[in-house]
C-alpha cells in the first residue's frame, strides 16, 4: 500500500507516523526538499503543473492532499488518468470555494450565518443593510488563517478585493465559542465521528483546543454530529472532515467553515484518541475500514506553538520544556521560527482539563520566550 | 537535531514516529533501500566496516543503534573520530558478550542463575554435574531469538559449539514466568523506569506482553527496578536497557539477558505508555530530559505477528482485522512475511486485561490466518 501526499507541510509531516505504524509507504510531493514532511519528500515540485502531479501519482496507490490549493483542473486530470484522488474534485470544491460551500449548505438546509454573495460596494452594502451595519467579507478562495478575511462596517470597505470575482458577505455572529467537528468517511460509505472540541482562535488562527468540548448541552453534541455526519455523506468526503461552528448564546449551531483534510482543530487526537485523524485519514483513503475515535483520556488540551523564540533558536528552549512537563506530548513541525508561523504543539492529557490546559500552555511558553 | 541509526530493521522503523514527532531529523544506515526502516535509510552499506559507519555519523548529532552486532573496533574508531556513541562501546560489549555481562552481574552482586564459562566438555560436565544435570548453553556472542541457545543434559551436547571459543553455561532456572524491566537513561545520570511486565516467549521468541505484570507482589516490583536502575547506571547505558528476568516460584528475580536498545518488551509503550521506549530512547541519547514511563491505561496486551499469513498476502488480511479490532493499534513492519519472522505486532489497552489480550490476539490471528 502506497500513499501520495500533495503538498509537505506539518499536515503530510503527521502522516507518516500514521504510516510508519501501520505499514504504508509514504510518498510526499513537496514544495521543497526541505519541507516539513521532507522525510518522506520522494518528489519537489509544483502543485498546480498538472505534469509534475501526474507524474509523481503514477507511482502511488491513492492520492491525497496537504492542503487544498491543488486547481479543480489538475485534480480532474489526475481522474481522467484513472488515478484514485480522496478526497475527489468533486467534494475538495466545497473546501475550495467558499460561495460554493454557503450554495451547498444551503440547499442541504445546514444551519450557517446568514450571507450573500456580493460583486460590488452597492451589494456589500445591501448586506449591510440587513445584516445590522456589520459583515465578515471573504476572497471565496485562497483563504487560510485570517488571510482573505476581513470584518467590515461600510460598503467600500472590501473595494480593493472585487477585482477577482465576487466576495461571500456573512453575519457578524454573535457567538459564544467556536466549536469543530471532525469526521473521517472512507469510500463504502463508513463514517466515525471523533467528539466536539472547543477551538479557541486568536488573530483569525487557531490557538487552543479543548477536547471534549467542556460544559456542551447534549442537544448542541447532537447538532454538531448531525451536520458533519450530514455533509460527510452529502459532499461524497473520502478522508478527513473538519467542520468548524459557531455556537450562539441561545445553543444554535452554525457552520463556519470546512476543512477536507486533518485540522489543526483534531491534532489532540494524536494523543488524546485511540484512532488520530491521521490514522484515520490514511485509512479512510485507501478504503481501509476506521479505526475507534474515542477519547483517551477524559481531557485533552492542544496549544499551538506559534512563532517560535524571537532569536530562532527552538532547539535550546526544548530541553527546558521537557524538564518541566514530563508527561508534554510536544510535536515539532521541523520549520524555522517566524512571527505568526505554526511550527508545532503541545498536548496534554487527564483526568482534570484545567491541569491539561496548564501543562500544555507552559511547555508552549517555555519553547516560546 | 540528527540522530543516526545504524540497522534499518523494525526497531529503527518505530524510532522514525517519536522522531518526526519531536521535530528530530533521523537517518538510518540500513542493510538495504528496502530495508523495514526505509522511509529514514539514507546510506546503505555494511555496519561491520568501520569506513561506511564512519562516513554515515559523520552527517549525525549522535549515534544509536537498531541492534547490538556492531563490532567493538567499529564502535570504538566512531568514538576515536569524536564521535558521540550512545550507548557507548563500553557500556554495549555488556549486551554483545554474554560471558562479560554474567562476570560484570556477579561483580556488581545483581542476582543472577549459577553461571560458568566452559572452555570444553569437561567443564561442560562438571558445570553439569553441580547443576542437577541439565544446563541452558549459550554462545557469548551473535545469538538472538533463540539462535545461539541450547538445552543440553550431557557433557558432549555442545561439542560442535566450542570451535569459537568458551560457552556460557548456566543453571537451567525452574521459573514461575518470565518478566521484563524497562528503563532508560541519559548521559547525565537521570533514569526513567516503566511498568514491570510479564513476557511470554515460544521457542526462544517472544510472543505476547502483559503490562504491567499480573498479579506481582511489592517486592518483585521493587526488586526488578532496583536491578534495573542498578545496571543502568552501573553499565553507563544511554537510552533503553531491556533488563529480562525470571521471577522463580519463591519470588526470586534473576536477570537472564539485557539488551541495550528499544526491545520487543517495550513495544505495548507505544500506545500504553504516555512516553514510548521509542521516543524516550531519542531523548535519552540526545540527551534531553526524559519523558513520564507512566501506563496510559489500566493495561496493555501486545501480541507479536510472527510469520504472517502463508500465502505471503499481508495486505489482503488487513481490512479484516481492522473491521474486527477497530480498537486494536496494528504495527506493521514492511517486512516480507517468512514463517517465524517478526513482522509486526499488535497492542490493545483497557480497564480489563483479559479484554485487552482478546483483542490483540484477534487481531492477530486475522492478520495471520
Known amino acids: 500500500m502506497r500513499v501520495g501526499v500533495i503538498g509537505g507541510g506539518q499536515l503530510a509531516r503527521m502522516m507518516v507516523p500514521a504510516a510508519v505504524e501501520l505499514g504504508i509507504d509514504i510518498a510526499?510531493?513537496?514544495?521543497?526538499?526541505?519541507?516539513?514532511?521532507?522525510?518522506?519528500?520522494?518528489?519537489?515540485?509544483?502543485?498546480?503543473?498538472?505534469?509534475?502531479?501526474?507524474?509523481?501519482?503514477?507511482?502511488?496507490?491513492?492520492?491525497?492532499?496537504?492542503?487544498?490549493?491543488?486547481?479543480?483542473?489538475?485534480?480532474?486530470?489526475?481522474?481522467?488518468?484513472?488515478?484514485?484522488?480522496?478526497?475527489?474534485?468533486?467534494?475538495?470544491l466545497h473546501a475550495q470555494d467558499k460561495l460554493v460551500l454557503r450554495e451547498r449548505l444551503a440547499a442541504l438546509g445546514v444551519p450557517q450565518p446568514a450571507w450573500a454573495g456580493v460583486e460590488d460596494a452597492a451589494g456589500l452594502g445591501a448586506f449591510l443593510g440587513s445584516a445590522g451595519g456589520a459583515a465578515v467579507v471573504k476572497t471565496p478562495r485562497g483563504g487560510y488563517d485570517g488571510h482573505g478575511v476581513r470584518v467590515v462596517r461600510e460598503a467600500h470597505a472590501a473595494d480593493d478585493w472585487f477585482a477577482d470575482g465576487p466576495l461571500l458577505a456573512e453575519e457578524l455572529v454573535p457567538f459564544r465559542r467556536e466549536l469543530a467537528q471532525l469526521v473521517a468517511r472512507r469510500p463504502s460509505g463508513d463514517v466515525a465521528v471523533w467528539p466536539l472540541v472547543e477551538t479557541v482562535q486568536g488573530d483569525?488562527?487557531?490557538?487552543?483546543?479543548?477536547?471534549?468540548?467542556?460544559?456542551?448541552?447534549?442537544?448542541?453534541?447532537?447538532?454538531?454530529?448531525?451536520?458533519?455526519?450530514?455533509?460527510?455523506?452529502?459532499?461524497?468526503?473520502?478522508?478527513?472532515?473538519?467542520?468548524?461552528?459557531?455556537e450562539t448564546e441561545d445553543e444554535r449551531v452554525l457552520v463556519n467553515e470546512l476543512a477536507m483534510r486533518p485540522h489543526n482543530s483534531g491534532h489532540w487526537t494524536i494523543d488524546g484518541a485511540v484512532t488520530s485523524q491521521f490514522e484515520q485519514h490514511l485509512r479512510a483513503v485507501l478504503d481501509l475500514p476506521l479505526g475507534d475515535p474515542s477519547a483517551r483520556a477524559p481531557w485533552s488540551a492542544m496549544v499551538n506553538l506559534l512563532g517560535g523564540p524571537a532569536d530562532g533558536d527552538l532547539d535550546a528552549r526544548v530541553p527546558r520544556a521537557m524538564a518541566d512537563q514530563p508527561a508534554a506530548k510536544l510535536h515539532l513541525y521541523g520549520k524555522a521560527p517566524r512571527p505568526g508561523r505554526k511550527i508545532g504543539h503541545v498536548t496534554a492529557t487527564g483526568d482534570d482539563l484545567d491541569d491539561a490546559v496548564y501543562a500544555a500552555r507552559a511547555a508552549v511558553t517555555l519553547l516560546q520566550d
Do not use: N
Request: proline share 5%; hydrophobic share 50%; glycine share 8%.
Open 28 to 92: 510526499v510531493l513537496g514544495e521543497s526538499a526541505e519541507s516539513s514532511a521532507r522525510i518522506a519528500v520522494t518528489a519537489v515540485g509544483d502543485h498546480t503543473d498538472a505534469a509534475t502531479v501526474l507524474a509523481f501519482a503514477r507511482g502511488v496507490d491513492v492520492v491525497t492532499f496537504d492542503h487544498e490549493h491543488v486547481p479543480q483542473q489538475v485534480l480532474r486530470a489526475l481522474v481522467d488518468a484513472g488515478v484514485a484522488v480522496r478526497p475527489g474534485p468533486e467534494a475538495l
Open 204 to 246: 483569525g488562527v487557531c490557538r487552543e483546543v479543548f477536547a471534549p468540548a467542556p460544559r456542551t448541552s447534549a442537544r448542541v453534541e447532537r447538532v454538531a454530529r448531525e451536520i458533519a455526519h450530514t455533509l460527510a455523506g452529502a459532499l461524497d468526503v473520502t478522508g478527513v472532515l473538519a467542520v468548524e461552528l459557531f
